[in-house]
């Protein structure tokens, strides 16, 4: 391992615990029930936070138009422009003490200026350490394709998993890997993927696919599509390959600097699909600075991506009889900027006989898609419970 992959998670791990710490501040409706804490970067003096889970949180609206970021809070239309200070409330405008920020596709507002921004859809009790929000109106309800089916009792209060999000790596021009019998990469992704989804939606979880036919996607638009559609899960699924026939097995990564040569070389893999990309997307360099920045505003999400990806192996593994070689972190750039737990599940070598023989057939690939399905439900049955006992503690 280099040198500048040891500073970088070093670095990384040492800010991440110290941000675990009084970094985040809690959320809350007009009646004072919690609805959350939204963690904050450090700037200076100043603190921002993603202005996107904000919105998500209080059932706003935020839409990423030419001009910059809209989001409509009950009374107000405000328009965020990235690095400029100056932001526009309705038919005035706001001048914030510092520039608002963008980091991987998420606007980061000064949590100072919050209140001139939405002035009457926040208050900001400082004392307390509080920002109360006026809630917008309710998602609408989903297509009768993806409604809800009755599945039992819901949780009686607290958050709810609504929205998971499920990217097919590659498409279009980018096919991916190539395999043994024929296979591509990017029709045994997208096959699981609506597997996986159909488990779900009969299970009434709405879910969402970032493509649902043969068509090449950059790979900032398949996060925004999840942070858009108010996702609380992403996985983004893939096919492994190797020029030693022999290796195969099952991985699973989340977002974080990577810490081995295998998981730099992964990423590296999956990135280089930014070279088919006709436009420039302003993707982060990956430098030791990025990276940590990266830790910090990951970290909200690292554990349960971490369970997660733990979580799919085990059922993936289970359902399949595969080769587990384990959860690994990486800076995969499918990943960067998801406001909630994301994982990129790469499904078998289609290089490696086994695995191919698992990927190559309905059956196996059904397998591989109730997988996915199955560390959904499992990890909305966990952080629903953990929302729970953490609203219950802070009414306490």
């Known amino acids: ?93 706001v001048q914030l003490r510092v520039n608002p920020e963008e980091w991987d596709g998420s606007v980061w507002l000064p949590i100072s200026g919050l209140e001139a921004l939405f002035p009457t859809s ?51 021009k980018d096919t991916g890997a190539r395999g043994l019998n024929g296979l591509l990469e990017k029709d045994v992704t997208l096959d699981i993927a609506k597997r996986a989804a159909a488990v779900l939606r009969r299970q009434g979880v709405d879910t969402r696919l970032t493509r649902e036919d043969d068509r090449f996607l950059p790979l900032k638009a398949r996060t925004e ?4 559609n108010g996702g609380d899960l992403f996985v983004s699924i893939h096919a492994n390959s190797f020029h030693d026939p022999l290796i195969g097995g099952l991985e699973c990564y989340f977002l974080s600097p990577a810490r081995t040569d295998r998981a730099i070389a992964a990423a590296e893999k999956e990135n280089s699909v930014v070279q088919l990309e006709t436009q420039d997307h302003g993707y982060q360099d990956l430098t030791e600075e990025n990276h940590i920045l990266l830790t910090m505003a990951t970290a909200q999400y690292m554990q349960d991506s971490e369970r997660w990806a733990g979580v799919t192996l085990d059922q993936a593994a289970g359902s ?27 499904c078998g070598f289609i290089t490696n006989a086994n695995d191919a023989r698992i990927m190559g057939t309905e059956r196996g690939r059904q397998r591989l898609g109730e997988s996915v399905a199955e560390s959904v439900l499992a990890m909305k049955r966990t952080m629903e419970a953990a929302a729970q006992s953490t609203t219950t503690a802070e009414r306490n």
């Open 225 to 228: 599509f999840a942070n858009s």
């Open 320 to 346: 399949t009889g595969l080769h587990v070689r384990g959860v690994d972190q990486a800076g995969f750039y499918v990943l960067m900027g998801a406001s909630m737990p994301a994982i990129l599940f790469e």
């Open 122 to 172: 926040l208050e900001h009790d400082e004392a307390g350490g509080v920002l109360k929000v006026r809630m917008g109106e309710p998602e609408p309800e989903v297509t009768p394709e993806t409604a809800p089916t009755e599945t039992g009792a819901k949780p009686s209060g607290g958050w709810e998993l609504g929205t998971v999000i499920i990217d097919p790596g590659h498409g279009g």
């Open 1 to 93: 391992m280099s040198f500048r992959t040891l500073f970088v998670m070093f670095a990384g791990l040492l800010l991440l615990a110290g941000a675990s710490e009084g970094s985040t501040i809690l959320l809350a409706d007009e009646t004072g029930t919690p609805l959350g804490r939204l963690f904050y970067l450090e700037r200076g003096e100043e603190q921002l936070i993603p202005a996107n889970l904000l919105a998500r949180k209080a059932q706003w609206s935020l839409e990423r138009t030419p001009e910059g970021s809209v989001i409509r809070a009950p009374g107000c239309e405000v328009l965020i422009r990235r690095d400029n200070p100056f932001v526009r409330v309705n038919d005035t405008h």
